[in-house]
């Protein structure tokens, strides 16, 4: 029974996956549990737990009250959707919600013609990074594709959207205090009239995807307070013009970046180079994880950074969930 509820599971995962790319969208996180509990929403994005604080009174059986402060869980699921307008065929349908894992209580942060997509919450619950095209939507005509998008920063009822930096797939560092993030190295604009999907052109999107990587992306890590005060740029810590480096996360107990990387002369529709890598940003070392001829996509820590959890071909087209632990052994879908 326990193995009949497994497959059941995973083969509606692998159809959610393929039907949300169908219309333009990456899911990327947290597929599994979301299918398991049964919510009907699409593109969740990232759950972080974090603690309020409730008031709890007692009553003693005496005269006197006691009022005691008591930390309890909650947890939220950050997600896009155009649940508000499902026929629009508009990349700006696509809004920011937050929900409680059961799929109640879901919020709309964001209301506009533009293209939301990959928020993330912030450890403590209380900021949300997110990718918007915004910017590139007012100019007329746009000045690079669509579907090349800007970190924007907002509060978790979505109050003082501001953006941040060039790049797309935005994860938190352990203490909210640095981003990291997948954007073109050389940053070069890229000539909108190329027809998709700009093959080779740096500064370019690999595919027509939101967020999508470009031909020469890399992976990024900057300090936010130093990008509010326009006062620091973004680093740079793959640096491989061979090599499209996308989708980081990082780890939420340690400083390691766990990221995908294929060839730029790769089938970027099913990439069979591509592999996971964890970048290790205290000593430097960069260790593979995978190792076959299909695609890994969008790596994911687990809470506790022992293990991670991945979007991967296994013998078929459409993508299953697979997991290992954070030094690549036990690897299980
Ligand atoms: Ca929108
Ligand atoms: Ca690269
Ligand atoms: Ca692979």
Request: glycine share 8%; with cysteine.
């Amino acid at each position: 029974m326990k193995t009949t509820m497994k497959r059941s599971a995973m083969k509606r995962a692998s159809m959610l996956i393929y039907w949300v790319r169908e219309r333009g969208v990456v899911i990327k996180k947290r597929i599994l549990s979301y299918m398991l509990i049964g919510a009907a929403l699409m593109n969740p994005r990232r759950q972080r737990v974090f603690c309020c604080a409730v008031l709890a009174a007692a009553l003693s059986l005496g005269a006197s009250r006691i009022v005691k402060a008591q930390q309890c869980l909650v947890s939220t699921i950050a997600f896009t959707s155009n649940r508000d307008a499902p026929t629009s065929p508009q990349q700006g349908a696509f809004e920011v919600y937050l929900m409680n894992p059961d799929g109640t209580n879901v919020r709309r942060l964001t209301d506009n013609t533009d293209g939301e997509a990959f928020p993330n919450l912030s450890p403590d619950g209380k900021r949300i990074v997110f990718e918007s095209n915004r910017d590139n939507a007012l100019e007329v005509p746009p000045q690079v594709p669509l579907n090349i998008g800007d970190l924007f920063l907002m509060s978790d009822t979505g109050n003082g959207q501001t953006r941040l930096t060039r790049g797309s797939s935005a994860s938190w560092s352990p203490d909210g205090k640095y981003i990291t993030f997948h954007r073109s190295a050389s940053g070069l604009a890229c000539p909108v009239s190329v027809p998709p999907a700009y093959p080779g052109i740096p500064g370019c999107p690999i595919k027509t995807d939101p967020s999508a990587a470009t031909w020469d992306s890399d992976i990024f890590i900057a300090r936010v307070g130093g990008l509010l005060d326009n006062e620091e740029e973004p680093i740079n810590i793959t640096n491989s013009p061979e090599a499209i480096d996308d989708d980081p996360d990082w780890s939420p107990v340690a400083q390691e970046i766990v990221f995908t990387s294929h060839s730029v002369t790769d089938n970027q529709v099913n990439s069979t180079t591509a592999e996971i890598y964890v970048k290790n940003l205290e000593t430097g070392a960069l260790t593979r994880l995978t190792f076959n001829n299909e695609e890994e996509r969008g790596p994911a820590w687990s809470p506790d950074g022992s293990r991670i959890v991945f979007m991967c071909r296994r013998g078929g087209p459409d993508f299953e969930i697979c997991v290992m632990n954070a030094d690549g052994s036990g690897k299980c879908n």
